[in-house]
Protein backbone atom coordinates (compact mmCIF):
# COMPACT_ATOMS: atom_id res chain seq x y z
CA UNK A 1 0.00 0.00 0.00
CA UNK A 2 1.52 3.56 -0.78
CA UNK A 3 1.68 6.23 1.46
CA UNK A 4 -1.99 8.12 -0.41
CA UNK A 5 -3.47 5.15 0.23
CA UNK A 6 -2.68 4.69 3.19
CA UNK A 7 -3.77 8.50 3.66
CA UNK A 8 -7.13 7.92 2.06
CA UNK A 9 -7.72 4.78 4.02
CA UNK A 10 -7.22 6.69 7.35
CA UNK A 11 -9.11 9.51 6.11
CA UNK A 12 -12.09 7.60 5.11
CA UNK A 13 -11.86 5.40 8.14
CA UNK A 14 -12.45 8.76 10.26
CA UNK A 15 -15.36 10.26 8.23
CA UNK A 16 -16.94 6.65 9.36
CA UNK A 17 -16.39 7.07 12.80
CA UNK A 18 -17.88 10.41 12.45
CA UNK A 19 -20.74 8.67 11.20
CA UNK A 20 -21.04 6.03 13.74
CA UNK A 21 -20.49 8.39 16.28
CA UNK A 22 -23.16 10.73 15.87
CA UNK A 23 -25.24 7.32 15.14
CA UNK A 24 -24.45 6.88 18.93
CA UNK A 25 -26.41 10.20 19.81
CA UNK A 26 -29.97 8.01 18.43
CA UNK A 27 -29.70 4.94 19.92
CA UNK A 28 -29.19 6.90 23.34
CA UNK A 29 -32.91 7.97 22.66
CA UNK A 30 -35.12 5.03 21.34
CA UNK A 31 -38.09 6.56 23.08
CA UNK A 32 -37.62 9.68 20.41
CA UNK A 33 -37.05 7.47 17.77
CA UNK A 34 -39.91 5.46 18.36
CA UNK A 35 -42.10 8.54 18.64
CA UNK A 36 -40.78 10.11 15.29
CA UNK A 37 -41.17 6.36 13.51
CA UNK A 38 -44.58 5.96 14.97
CA UNK A 39 -45.80 9.68 13.79
CA UNK A 40 -44.09 8.91 9.97
CA UNK A 41 -46.48 5.61 10.33
CA UNK A 42 -49.75 7.35 11.75
CA UNK A 43 -48.63 10.10 8.17
CA UNK A 44 -48.80 7.14 5.93
CA UNK A 45 -51.91 5.62 6.79
CA UNK A 46 -53.42 9.44 6.92
CA UNK A 47 -51.98 9.29 3.12
CA UNK A 48 -52.97 6.10 2.03
CA UNK A 49 -56.72 6.31 3.15
CA UNK A 50 -56.94 9.72 1.14
CA UNK A 51 -55.76 8.11 -1.71
CA UNK A 52 -57.74 5.01 -0.89
CA UNK A 53 -60.84 7.30 -1.72
CA UNK A 54 -59.49 9.32 -4.59
CA UNK A 55 -58.52 5.93 -6.12
CA UNK A 56 -62.16 4.57 -5.73
CA UNK A 57 -64.26 7.53 -7.00
CA UNK A 58 -62.01 7.99 -9.88
CA UNK A 59 -60.74 4.90 -11.10
CA UNK A 60 -57.47 5.66 -12.24
CA UNK A 61 -54.61 3.84 -13.59
CA UNK A 62 -51.73 5.78 -14.09
CA UNK A 63 -50.07 4.16 -11.42
CA UNK A 64 -51.45 1.29 -8.93
CA UNK A 65 -52.78 2.45 -5.85
CA UNK A 66 -50.46 0.25 -4.35
CA UNK A 67 -47.60 1.33 -5.71
CA UNK A 68 -48.23 5.07 -5.83
CA UNK A 69 -48.56 4.79 -1.26
CA UNK A 70 -45.57 2.81 -1.17
CA UNK A 71 -43.70 5.43 -3.62
CA UNK A 72 -44.89 8.46 -0.69
CA UNK A 73 -43.47 5.55 1.58
CA UNK A 74 -40.41 6.19 0.10
CA UNK A 75 -39.92 9.98 0.02
CA UNK A 76 -40.42 9.63 3.45
CA UNK A 77 -38.37 7.42 5.06
CA UNK A 78 -35.35 8.41 2.25
CA UNK A 79 -35.82 12.00 1.63
CA UNK A 80 -37.36 12.86 4.58
CA UNK A 81 -36.04 10.38 7.84
CA UNK A 82 -32.51 10.44 6.20
CA UNK A 83 -32.56 14.10 6.15
CA UNK A 84 -29.65 14.93 3.91
CA UNK A 85 -31.15 18.08 3.45
CA UNK A 86 -30.80 19.10 7.03
CA UNK A 87 -26.97 19.02 6.61
CA UNK A 88 -27.87 23.14 6.03
CA UNK A 89 -28.67 23.41 9.62
CA UNK A 90 -25.35 21.98 10.83
CA UNK A 91 -23.56 24.41 8.47
CA UNK A 92 -25.71 27.11 9.10
CA UNK A 93 -24.94 26.99 12.86
CA UNK A 94 -21.57 26.26 12.69
CA UNK A 95 -21.19 29.84 10.67
CA UNK A 96 -23.60 31.73 13.42
CA UNK A 97 -21.60 30.42 16.34
CA UNK A 98 -18.38 30.89 14.54
CA UNK A 99 -17.07 27.37 14.55
CA UNK A 100 -16.13 27.19 11.18
CA UNK A 101 -12.51 29.03 11.83
CA UNK A 102 -12.04 26.19 14.37
CA UNK A 103 -13.47 23.47 12.62
CA UNK A 104 -10.90 24.45 9.31
CA UNK A 105 -7.50 24.05 11.52
CA UNK A 106 -8.87 20.35 11.81
CA UNK A 107 -7.47 17.40 9.18
CA UNK A 108 -10.84 16.19 8.34
CA UNK A 109 -13.04 18.38 5.22
CA UNK A 110 -15.13 20.34 7.17
CA UNK A 111 -18.25 20.14 4.60
CA UNK A 112 -17.40 16.09 4.59
CA UNK A 113 -17.73 15.71 8.19
CA UNK A 114 -20.54 17.57 8.22
CA UNK A 115 -22.05 15.26 5.80
CA UNK A 116 -21.59 12.24 7.58
CA UNK A 117 -22.31 13.56 11.31
CA UNK A 118 -26.26 14.48 9.73
CA UNK A 119 -25.95 10.64 7.59
CA UNK A 120 -24.86 9.33 10.70
CA UNK A 121 -27.42 10.97 12.97
CA UNK A 122 -30.21 9.91 11.39
CA UNK A 123 -28.97 6.42 9.81
CA UNK A 124 -30.63 4.64 12.81
CA UNK A 125 -34.40 6.37 12.33
CA UNK A 126 -34.15 5.70 8.95
CA UNK A 127 -32.83 2.08 9.30
CA UNK A 128 -36.33 1.61 11.72
CA UNK A 129 -38.27 3.91 9.32
CA UNK A 130 -38.56 1.71 6.58
CA UNK A 131 -38.91 -1.13 8.50
CA UNK A 132 -42.02 -0.30 10.09
CA UNK A 133 -43.24 1.66 6.61
CA UNK A 134 -42.49 -1.87 4.96
CA UNK A 135 -44.56 -3.23 7.78
CA UNK A 136 -47.39 -1.02 7.99
CA UNK A 137 -47.75 -0.35 3.97
CA UNK A 138 -47.48 -4.11 3.46
CA UNK A 139 -50.61 -4.61 6.01
CA UNK A 140 -52.36 -1.55 5.28
CA UNK A 141 -52.31 -1.20 1.32
CA UNK A 142 -50.77 -4.43 0.23
CA UNK A 143 -47.49 -5.51 -1.54
CA UNK A 144 -46.72 -3.02 -4.67
CA UNK A 145 -46.35 -4.72 -8.42
CA UNK A 146 -43.13 -4.95 -8.54
CA UNK A 147 -43.38 -6.83 -12.42
CA UNK A 148 -40.92 -4.19 -13.34
CA UNK A 149 -37.75 -5.25 -11.32
CA UNK A 150 -34.44 -6.54 -12.78
CA UNK A 151 -31.01 -6.63 -11.72
CA UNK A 152 -30.27 -4.09 -14.03
CA UNK A 153 -33.48 -1.82 -12.98
CA UNK A 154 -32.23 -2.77 -9.25
CA UNK A 155 -28.20 -1.82 -9.51
CA UNK A 156 -29.86 1.94 -11.88
CA UNK A 157 -32.07 2.24 -8.86
CA UNK A 158 -28.95 1.80 -6.18
CA UNK A 159 -27.12 4.13 -8.01
CA UNK A 160 -29.49 7.24 -8.63
CA UNK A 161 -29.98 6.62 -4.89
CA UNK A 162 -26.56 7.10 -3.83
CA UNK A 163 -25.65 10.07 -6.86
CA UNK A 164 -29.16 11.84 -5.19
CA UNK A 165 -27.47 11.74 -1.90
CA UNK A 166 -24.35 13.37 -3.46
CA UNK A 167 -26.55 15.82 -5.48
CA UNK A 168 -28.70 16.30 -2.14
CA UNK A 169 -25.77 17.07 -0.03
CA UNK A 170 -24.01 19.72 -2.42
CA UNK A 171 -27.35 21.41 -3.11
CA UNK A 172 -27.71 21.95 0.93
CA UNK A 173 -24.28 22.65 1.57
CA UNK A 174 -24.81 25.55 -1.00
CA UNK A 175 -28.06 26.45 1.22
CA UNK A 176 -25.73 26.41 4.33
CA UNK A 177 -23.78 28.23 3.03
CA UNK A 178 -25.92 31.40 2.22
CA UNK A 179 -25.82 31.73 5.96
CA UNK A 180 -22.49 33.70 5.14
CA UNK A 181 -24.24 36.38 3.77
CA UNK A 182 -27.70 36.09 4.42
CA UNK A 183 -27.12 35.21 8.77
CA UNK A 184 -29.97 33.03 8.36
CA UNK A 185 -30.49 30.69 5.54
CA UNK A 186 -33.78 29.21 6.89
CA UNK A 187 -35.69 31.05 3.84
CA UNK A 188 -33.60 29.56 1.04
CA UNK A 189 -33.73 26.40 2.68
CA UNK A 190 -37.60 26.76 2.45
CA UNK A 191 -37.33 27.34 -0.95
CA UNK A 192 -35.05 24.16 -2.12
CA UNK A 193 -36.63 22.35 0.42
CA UNK A 194 -40.57 23.02 -0.73
CA UNK A 195 -39.20 22.67 -4.36
CA UNK A 196 -38.35 19.12 -3.99
CA UNK A 197 -40.98 18.57 -2.30
CA UNK A 198 -43.79 19.38 -4.26
CA UNK A 199 -41.96 17.57 -7.83
CA UNK A 200 -40.18 14.60 -5.67
CA UNK A 201 -42.84 12.68 -4.78
CA UNK A 202 -44.20 13.95 -1.38
CA UNK A 203 -47.95 14.00 -1.67
CA UNK A 204 -48.40 13.32 -5.54
CA UNK A 205 -45.94 10.41 -7.05
CA UNK A 206 -44.38 11.69 -9.77
CA UNK A 207 -45.87 8.93 -11.78
CA UNK A 208 -49.20 11.19 -11.03
CA UNK A 209 -48.04 14.60 -12.16
CA UNK A 210 -48.29 15.90 -15.35
CA UNK A 211 -46.52 14.25 -18.50
CA UNK A 212 -44.47 17.47 -19.69
CA UNK A 213 -43.73 18.10 -15.93
CA UNK A 214 -42.51 14.69 -15.64
CA UNK A 215 -40.35 15.20 -18.72
CA UNK A 216 -38.76 18.71 -17.33
CA UNK A 217 -38.63 17.05 -13.72
CA UNK A 218 -36.13 14.33 -15.07
CA UNK A 219 -33.36 16.47 -16.23
CA UNK A 220 -33.55 18.58 -13.58
CA UNK A 221 -31.40 18.56 -10.38
CA UNK A 222 -34.98 18.49 -8.47
CA UNK A 223 -36.30 15.09 -10.41
CA UNK A 224 -33.09 14.04 -9.75
CA UNK A 225 -33.31 14.11 -6.35
CA UNK A 226 -36.59 12.74 -6.92
CA UNK A 227 -35.86 10.51 -9.31
CA UNK A 228 -34.72 8.53 -5.80
CA UNK A 229 -38.46 7.35 -5.01
CA UNK A 230 -39.69 6.31 -7.88
CA UNK A 231 -38.86 2.71 -6.90
CA UNK A 232 -41.97 1.23 -7.73
CA UNK A 233 -42.64 3.81 -10.31
CA UNK A 234 -42.60 1.14 -13.68
CA UNK A 235 -42.62 4.07 -15.54
CA UNK A 236 -38.87 4.34 -14.48
CA UNK A 237 -37.79 1.65 -16.92
CA UNK A 238 -38.09 3.40 -19.84
CA UNK A 239 -35.82 6.20 -18.53
CA UNK A 240 -33.40 4.43 -16.30
CA UNK A 241 -30.20 5.51 -18.42
CA UNK A 242 -31.23 9.51 -19.08
CA UNK A 243 -31.75 9.09 -15.29
CA UNK A 244 -28.60 8.20 -14.64
CA UNK A 245 -27.12 10.47 -17.06
CA UNK A 246 -29.29 13.33 -15.94
CA UNK A 247 -28.02 12.31 -12.08
CA UNK A 248 -24.43 11.68 -12.29
CA UNK A 249 -24.36 15.14 -14.57
CA UNK A 250 -26.27 16.89 -11.80
CA UNK A 251 -23.96 15.44 -9.12
CA UNK A 252 -20.89 17.19 -10.91
CA UNK A 253 -22.68 20.20 -11.32
CA UNK A 254 -23.73 21.03 -8.07
CA UNK A 255 -20.33 19.69 -6.13
CA UNK A 256 -18.46 22.36 -8.75
CA UNK A 257 -20.80 25.35 -7.61
CA UNK A 258 -20.89 23.88 -4.31
CA UNK A 259 -17.02 24.58 -4.59
CA UNK A 260 -17.58 27.65 -5.68
CA UNK A 261 -19.41 28.86 -3.41
CA UNK A 262 -17.01 27.44 -0.62
CA UNK A 263 -14.53 29.49 -1.81
CA UNK A 264 -16.35 32.63 -1.93
CA UNK A 265 -17.73 32.14 1.70
CA UNK A 266 -14.23 31.30 3.04
CA UNK A 267 -13.17 34.81 1.91
CA UNK A 268 -16.06 36.01 4.64
CA UNK A 269 -14.49 34.21 7.48
CA UNK A 270 -12.99 36.14 10.19
CA UNK A 271 -11.11 34.52 13.12
CA UNK A 272 -12.21 35.57 16.52
CA UNK A 273 -9.30 34.61 18.79
CA UNK A 274 -9.52 34.31 22.32
CA UNK B 1 -43.11 50.12 31.23
CA UNK B 2 -46.35 48.08 32.95
CA UNK B 3 -49.20 50.07 32.56
CA UNK B 4 -49.82 52.04 36.26
CA UNK B 5 -53.71 51.02 36.19
CA UNK B 6 -52.74 47.38 36.17
CA UNK B 7 -52.05 45.86 40.08
CA UNK B 8 -48.88 44.27 39.97
CA UNK B 9 -48.98 40.77 41.98
CA UNK B 10 -45.95 42.23 43.93
CA UNK B 11 -47.20 45.08 45.17
CA UNK B 12 -48.40 45.18 48.52
CA UNK B 13 -51.20 43.07 49.95
CA UNK B 14 -53.19 45.88 51.17
CA UNK B 15 -53.26 47.74 47.36
CA UNK B 16 -54.63 44.71 45.47
CA UNK B 17 -58.23 43.93 44.62
CA UNK B 18 -60.27 41.96 47.25
CA UNK B 19 -62.93 40.15 45.12
CA UNK B 20 -61.69 37.17 43.31
CA UNK B 21 -63.19 38.15 39.96
CA UNK B 22 -61.65 42.00 40.29
CA UNK B 23 -58.59 40.13 41.25
CA UNK B 24 -58.46 37.96 38.66
CA UNK B 25 -59.10 40.66 36.04
CA UNK B 26 -56.23 42.82 37.98
CA UNK B 27 -53.86 39.50 37.29
CA UNK B 28 -55.00 39.13 33.84
CA UNK B 29 -54.32 42.92 32.82
CA UNK B 30 -51.14 42.68 34.11
CA UNK B 31 -50.08 39.80 32.93
CA UNK B 32 -51.32 40.64 29.17
CA UNK B 33 -49.85 44.13 29.46
CA UNK B 34 -46.42 42.53 30.47
CA UNK B 35 -46.74 39.67 27.50
CA UNK B 36 -47.59 42.81 25.04
CA UNK B 37 -44.45 44.47 26.17
CA UNK B 38 -42.04 41.16 25.48
CA UNK B 39 -43.56 40.65 22.36
CA UNK B 40 -42.84 43.90 20.96
CA UNK B 41 -39.50 43.84 22.22
CA UNK B 42 -38.38 40.34 20.45
CA UNK B 43 -40.43 41.81 17.50
CA UNK B 44 -38.68 44.82 17.13
CA UNK B 45 -35.05 42.53 18.02
CA UNK B 46 -36.34 40.36 15.19
CA UNK B 47 -37.18 43.19 12.52
CA UNK B 48 -33.59 44.95 13.56
CA UNK B 49 -32.49 42.04 10.81
CA UNK B 50 -34.24 43.80 7.69
CA UNK B 51 -32.95 41.26 5.02
CA UNK B 52 -33.66 38.33 7.14
CA UNK B 53 -37.12 39.40 8.37
CA UNK B 54 -38.32 39.89 4.63
CA UNK B 55 -36.75 36.73 3.51
CA UNK B 56 -38.34 34.97 5.65
CA UNK B 57 -41.19 36.28 4.91
CA UNK B 58 -41.31 35.99 1.78
CA UNK B 59 -39.62 32.55 2.23
CA UNK B 60 -42.54 31.16 4.01
CA UNK B 61 -45.05 32.85 1.51
CA UNK B 62 -43.16 30.64 -1.39
CA UNK B 63 -43.17 27.64 0.99
CA UNK B 64 -47.35 27.97 1.55
CA UNK B 65 -47.40 28.14 -2.67
CA UNK B 66 -45.21 24.94 -3.06
CA UNK B 67 -47.02 23.01 -0.50
CA UNK B 68 -50.32 24.19 -2.13
CA UNK B 69 -48.79 23.51 -5.71
CA UNK B 70 -48.35 19.80 -4.88
CA UNK B 71 -51.74 18.81 -4.04
CA UNK B 72 -52.62 20.81 -6.67
CA UNK B 73 -51.80 18.62 -8.12
CA UNK B 74 -53.71 15.64 -6.67
CA UNK B 75 -56.81 17.59 -7.22
CA UNK B 76 -55.19 17.92 -11.33
CA UNK B 77 -55.19 14.24 -11.51
CA UNK B 78 -58.39 13.10 -9.92
CA UNK B 79 -60.74 15.94 -10.53
CA UNK B 80 -63.27 16.44 -7.56
CA UNK B 81 -63.23 13.82 -4.69
CA UNK B 82 -66.24 13.58 -2.58
CA UNK B 83 -67.09 16.98 -3.09
CA UNK B 84 -63.47 18.52 -2.83
CA UNK B 85 -62.28 20.64 -5.61
CA UNK B 86 -58.92 22.64 -5.94
CA UNK B 87 -60.81 25.57 -4.90
CA UNK B 88 -62.10 23.77 -2.22
CA UNK B 89 -58.60 22.92 -0.88
CA UNK B 90 -57.52 26.39 -1.63
CA UNK B 91 -59.52 27.83 0.68
CA UNK B 92 -58.21 25.13 3.11
CA UNK B 93 -55.03 25.73 2.83
CA UNK B 94 -55.35 29.56 3.24
CA UNK B 95 -57.36 28.75 6.11
CA UNK B 96 -54.27 26.36 7.44
CA UNK B 97 -52.18 29.43 7.02
CA UNK B 98 -54.52 31.98 8.66
CA UNK B 99 -54.89 29.72 11.67
CA UNK B 100 -51.27 28.86 12.35
CA UNK B 101 -49.84 32.65 11.34
CA UNK B 102 -52.57 34.08 14.20
CA UNK B 103 -51.21 31.22 16.57
CA UNK B 104 -47.78 31.18 16.68
CA UNK B 105 -47.12 34.51 15.93
CA UNK B 106 -48.27 34.99 19.44
CA UNK B 107 -47.53 32.03 20.94
CA UNK B 108 -44.66 30.84 19.00
CA UNK B 109 -42.35 30.91 22.73
CA UNK B 110 -44.01 27.56 23.81
CA UNK B 111 -41.92 25.95 21.36
CA UNK B 112 -39.01 26.31 23.50
CA UNK B 113 -40.31 24.27 26.59
CA UNK B 114 -38.92 21.19 25.82
CA UNK B 115 -35.34 23.26 25.67
CA UNK B 116 -35.98 25.26 28.68
CA UNK B 117 -37.21 22.57 30.47
CA UNK B 118 -34.23 19.94 29.60
CA UNK B 119 -31.48 22.90 30.21
CA UNK B 120 -33.12 23.92 33.48
CA UNK B 121 -33.59 27.84 31.77
CA UNK B 122 -37.23 27.27 32.90
CA UNK B 123 -36.33 28.54 36.66
CA UNK B 124 -36.23 32.42 35.19
CA UNK B 125 -39.78 32.02 33.98
CA UNK B 126 -40.89 30.49 37.58
CA UNK B 127 -39.42 33.19 39.57
CA UNK B 128 -40.96 36.32 37.40
CA UNK B 129 -44.52 37.48 39.60
CA UNK B 130 -47.03 36.92 36.47
CA UNK B 131 -47.80 33.79 34.66
CA UNK B 132 -45.63 31.52 33.31
CA UNK B 133 -47.36 30.37 30.36
CA UNK B 134 -47.60 33.96 28.88
CA UNK B 135 -44.14 34.48 29.55
CA UNK B 136 -42.66 31.62 27.87
CA UNK B 137 -45.26 32.54 25.21
CA UNK B 138 -43.77 35.47 24.26
CA UNK B 139 -40.28 34.68 25.10
CA UNK B 140 -40.00 34.45 20.98
CA UNK B 141 -40.69 35.50 17.98
CA UNK B 142 -41.37 34.13 14.91
CA UNK B 143 -41.25 36.30 11.92
CA UNK B 144 -42.39 33.75 9.02
CA UNK B 145 -45.88 33.79 10.61
CA UNK B 146 -46.69 37.32 9.21
CA UNK B 147 -45.89 35.24 5.99
CA UNK B 148 -48.55 32.60 6.98
CA UNK B 149 -50.69 35.22 7.82
CA UNK B 150 -50.30 37.09 5.07
CA UNK B 151 -51.12 33.93 2.69
CA UNK B 152 -53.92 33.10 4.57
CA UNK B 153 -55.89 36.31 4.90
CA UNK B 154 -55.32 36.66 0.47
CA UNK B 155 -56.63 32.89 0.10
CA UNK B 156 -59.47 32.95 2.56
CA UNK B 157 -60.51 36.19 0.94
CA UNK B 158 -60.03 35.22 -2.66
CA UNK B 159 -61.64 32.00 -1.63
CA UNK B 160 -64.99 34.04 -0.01
CA UNK B 161 -65.27 36.39 -3.09
CA UNK B 162 -64.94 32.96 -5.19
CA UNK B 163 -67.64 31.21 -3.80
CA UNK B 164 -69.80 34.52 -3.26
CA UNK B 165 -70.22 33.55 0.55
CA UNK B 166 -73.21 35.04 2.25
CA UNK B 167 -72.52 37.09 5.56
CA UNK B 168 -74.67 34.65 7.51
CA UNK B 169 -72.03 32.21 5.99
CA UNK B 170 -68.81 34.52 6.51
CA UNK B 171 -70.00 35.07 10.21
CA UNK B 172 -70.46 31.62 10.83
CA UNK B 173 -67.08 31.27 9.53
CA UNK B 174 -65.35 33.54 12.14
CA UNK B 175 -66.77 31.76 14.77
CA UNK B 176 -65.76 28.70 13.36
CA UNK B 177 -61.79 30.28 13.05
CA UNK B 178 -62.05 31.13 16.19
CA UNK B 179 -62.59 27.44 17.77
CA UNK B 180 -60.22 26.92 15.23
CA UNK B 181 -57.65 28.66 16.78
CA UNK B 182 -57.99 27.50 20.38
CA UNK B 183 -57.90 23.66 19.29
CA UNK B 184 -54.73 24.79 17.50
CA UNK B 185 -53.30 26.35 19.95
CA UNK B 186 -53.54 23.43 22.00
CA UNK B 187 -52.58 20.44 19.94
CA UNK B 188 -49.74 22.28 18.02
CA UNK B 189 -48.34 24.83 20.64
CA UNK B 190 -49.41 23.55 24.03
CA UNK B 191 -50.34 19.56 24.28
CA UNK B 192 -47.12 18.56 22.37
CA UNK B 193 -44.44 20.69 24.45
CA UNK B 194 -46.19 19.27 27.42
CA UNK B 195 -44.53 15.91 27.20
CA UNK B 196 -40.76 17.22 27.84
CA UNK B 197 -42.46 17.60 31.78
CA UNK B 198 -42.31 13.57 31.37
CA UNK B 199 -39.84 12.59 28.79
CA UNK B 200 -36.32 13.81 28.81
CA UNK B 201 -34.71 15.53 25.24
CA UNK B 202 -38.85 15.14 23.68
CA UNK B 203 -38.09 18.34 21.55
CA UNK B 204 -38.10 16.26 17.91
CA UNK B 205 -40.76 13.71 19.67
CA UNK B 206 -42.81 17.37 20.66
CA UNK B 207 -42.19 18.94 16.81
CA UNK B 208 -43.36 15.52 15.40
CA UNK B 209 -46.51 15.32 17.19
CA UNK B 210 -47.15 19.01 16.33
CA UNK B 211 -46.64 18.02 12.74
CA UNK B 212 -48.90 15.42 12.82
CA UNK B 213 -51.67 17.68 13.46
CA UNK B 214 -50.34 20.05 11.39
CA UNK B 215 -50.42 17.22 8.77
CA UNK B 216 -53.99 15.95 9.22
CA UNK B 217 -55.28 19.33 8.69
CA UNK B 218 -53.35 20.37 5.59
CA UNK B 219 -53.96 17.01 3.53
CA UNK B 220 -57.22 17.31 2.14
CA UNK B 221 -58.44 15.04 4.64
CA UNK B 222 -62.07 16.41 4.04
CA UNK B 223 -62.66 14.30 1.24
CA UNK B 224 -62.49 11.25 4.18
CA UNK B 225 -65.31 9.63 5.80
CA UNK B 226 -66.17 7.30 8.18
CA UNK B 227 -64.44 6.57 11.55
CA UNK B 228 -61.57 8.43 10.62
CA UNK B 229 -63.36 11.82 9.91
CA UNK B 230 -65.04 11.12 13.27
CA UNK B 231 -60.86 10.59 14.87
CA UNK B 232 -60.26 13.73 12.67
CA UNK B 233 -63.00 16.11 14.67
CA UNK B 234 -63.07 15.28 18.51
CA UNK B 235 -59.48 12.65 19.24
CA UNK B 236 -56.85 15.00 17.61
CA UNK B 237 -59.59 17.58 15.90
CA UNK B 238 -57.15 18.22 13.04
CA UNK B 239 -60.19 18.99 10.88
CA UNK B 240 -61.77 21.48 12.61
CA UNK B 241 -58.81 24.00 12.45
CA UNK B 242 -59.02 23.95 8.48
CA UNK B 243 -61.54 21.51 6.87
CA UNK B 244 -64.19 22.63 8.76
CA UNK B 245 -64.24 26.36 8.50
CA UNK B 246 -64.43 25.79 4.98
CA UNK B 247 -67.62 23.69 5.13
CA UNK B 248 -69.35 26.45 6.76
CA UNK B 249 -68.32 29.18 4.74
CA UNK B 250 -69.45 26.88 1.66
CA UNK B 251 -72.45 25.59 3.41
CA UNK B 252 -73.85 26.79 6.42
CA UNK B 253 -73.39 24.55 8.96
CA UNK B 254 -73.90 26.32 11.96
CA UNK B 255 -74.04 22.06 13.89
CA UNK B 256 -69.97 22.10 12.97
CA UNK B 257 -69.57 25.71 14.48
CA UNK B 258 -71.28 23.90 17.68
CA UNK B 259 -69.26 21.12 17.77
CA UNK B 260 -66.14 22.94 17.13
CA UNK B 261 -67.01 25.37 19.46
CA UNK B 262 -67.30 22.38 21.86
CA UNK B 263 -64.46 20.67 21.57
CA UNK B 264 -62.20 23.46 21.82
CA UNK B 265 -63.66 24.30 25.26
CA UNK B 266 -63.27 20.65 25.83
CA UNK B 267 -59.24 20.60 25.03
CA UNK B 268 -58.85 24.17 25.61
CA UNK B 269 -59.64 23.73 29.48
CA UNK B 270 -57.91 20.26 29.67
CA UNK B 271 -54.50 21.35 28.23
CA UNK B 272 -54.38 24.75 30.94
CA UNK B 273 -55.28 22.04 33.20
CA UNK B 274 -52.68 19.38 32.08
CA UNK B 275 -49.80 22.25 31.95
CA UNK B 276 -50.34 23.50 35.46
CA UNK B 277 -50.10 19.66 36.73
CA UNK B 278 -47.12 18.85 34.31
CA UNK B 279 -45.63 22.01 35.71
CA UNK B 280 -45.50 20.63 39.04
CA UNK B 281 -42.93 18.06 37.38
CA UNK B 282 -40.69 20.26 36.88
CA UNK B 283 -37.18 20.03 38.57
CA UNK B 284 -34.96 23.05 38.73
CA UNK B 285 -31.58 22.53 37.54
CA UNK B 286 -29.84 25.47 39.65
CA UNK B 287 -29.07 27.19 36.53
CA UNK B 288 -27.09 30.80 37.40
CA UNK B 289 -27.28 32.99 34.14
CA UNK B 290 -28.07 36.80 33.58
CA UNK B 291 -31.26 37.52 31.58
Redesign the interface.
Known amino acids: MTASEAITKSRLHAYWKVMMMSAREDRA ?1 P ?2 IA ?2 VG ?2 V ?2 MI ?2 A ?2 YK ?2 YE ?2 H ?1 T ?1 LPYENAIWSMGLYFAFIVGLSVRNVFRLIEKDVKDGNVEVSLIKPLDWRAVKICQQIGKNLLEFSVLVVAFFATLAIVVGFPDISHFSPVFIGGYLLIMLLAILSASAMFLMVGLTAFW ?3 S ?3 Y ?2 VD ?2 I ?2 FGG ?3 PIA ?3 GA ?1 QDVLRYSPVGVYGASTQLFNPGLVKYLIPTLIASAAWSVVLLFFCQLVWRRAERRIEVNGG | MVSKTSSHPSEPIGNRPTSKLSRFWSYARHDLSVYWLTLRVQLRAAAMLRGAFITQVLGMILNNICFLGSWLFFFYHFGTVNGWSGTDFIGMMGMNALVFGLVFMFVVGLMDIPRHVDTGSLDSFLTKPNSVLSNLASSNVDVTTFGDLVFGVSLVTWYAVHIDASIGAILLFLIAMASACVVFFCFAALLPNILAFYVFDSEKLSRYAGILFLDAGLYPSGVLSGALRTILLVAVPSLLFAATPIDVIRGLHWEWVGLGALVAAFWLAFTLWLFKRALRKYESANLIGAR
Request: charged letters at 15%; a positive charge; proline letters at 3%.
Open positions: NLRGSLGVRLIAIVALTTALNDQSVRIRTMVSFVLLPV
